[in-house]
């Protein structure tokens, strides 16, 4: 009788196909890291003004008695304003370019307000998409016009005290002008970014960026009547760079 013995052996030792362990699996592609967007990087500074400091001019607000009213004596034109330092008030400082990421508008609201015939504040930051209040603290008849150029103008009465509008911006643009056209004095600007690195001086003609990602930056620094200076400003990481901007007014 004859006896078959190869079944019996793959019953005992097992039988595969191949002998071969299966090809190693391909490791995973490299994942590129995340855009930082915010670092521990400062650029901080002051805007100075070379030259007589231009002699204020005095609004007359005769044309709408409340306008006059709500001062307690003359009022002068905010074109220029200058510390007593020497500095410049009311110059916006941001970075031109550089910025990498992609920045997400804060929930609190920029604000305009219409307050004793003037706009406050005169010069501010708002970024895309960040909600703006214009609200009428007065009780004389204002309307905003937005003078916008890549953004949609508008033109908004506000004939009563505490009426308040929203709007917002979808690109940014350095700078929207605001007027009244009722009080033709009445006059404000804000810068348009999509990112939040930006400042305005104050009575020290001082500013600070913070929080930025170490890297090089072109920061301008604008202003209503002296225009526009640049600087290319590198930063390392943790460093705070200083930088002077400097604004001529020619006799």
Same mark, same amino acid.
């Given at each position: ?64 008695? $409340?306008?006059?009213?709500?001062? #307690?004596?003359? =009022?002068?034109?905010?074109? /220029?304003?200058? !510390?007593? *330092?020497? @500095? +410049? ?29 003037? $706009?406050?504040?005169?010069?501010? #930051?708002?970024? =895309?998409?960040?909600?703006? /209040?214009?609200? !009428?603290? *007065?009780? @004389? +008849? ?110």
């Amino acid at each position: 009788m004859r006896i078959v013995v190869v079944p019996a052996l793959c019953l005992v030792l097992g039988c595969s196909k191949s002998s071969e362990s299966p090809p190693p699996t391909a490791p995973p592609p490299a994942v590129a890291p995340a855009t930082e967007l915010f670092g521990t990087s400062a650029i901080v500074g002051k805007v100075v003004l070379k030259g007589e400091a231009p002699k204020p001019k005095i609004i007359q607000m005769s044309a709408d008695p $409340y306008c006059e009213s709500a001062h #307690g004596g003359a =009022v002068t034109n905010e074109e /220029v304003l200058v !510390n007593e *330092d020497g @500095t +410049l008030r009311n110059v916006f400082v941001y970075v031109k370019q550089g910025v990498r990421g992609v920045y997400s508008p804060p929930g609190v609201p920029a604000v305009i307000d219409q307050r004793g015939c003037l $706009y406050r504040p005169r010069v501010q #930051g708002i970024q =895309v998409g960040q909600p703006l /209040v214009i609200r !009428n603290s *007065d009780d @004389t +008849l204002h309307n905003i016009h937005s003078l916008a150029e890549k953004n949609n103008p508008f033109n908004l009465g506000q004939p009563t005290r505490g009426m308040e509008s929203k709007k917002s911006f979808t690109q940014p643009e350095v700078m929207v002008h605001f007027k009244c056209d009722v009080h033709p004095w009445m006059s404000c600007y804000a810068g348009v970014l999509n990112h939040p690195f930006f400042a305005v001086t104050g009575d020290g003609g001082t500013f600070e960026i913070g929080r930025l990602p170490a890297g090089q930056y072109v920061v301008e620094a604008w202003h209503e009547k002296f225009g526009t200076q640049q600087q290319t400003i590198t930063v390392a990481k943790d460093e705070m760079k200083a930088a002077e901007f400097v604004f001529t007014n020619a006799p």
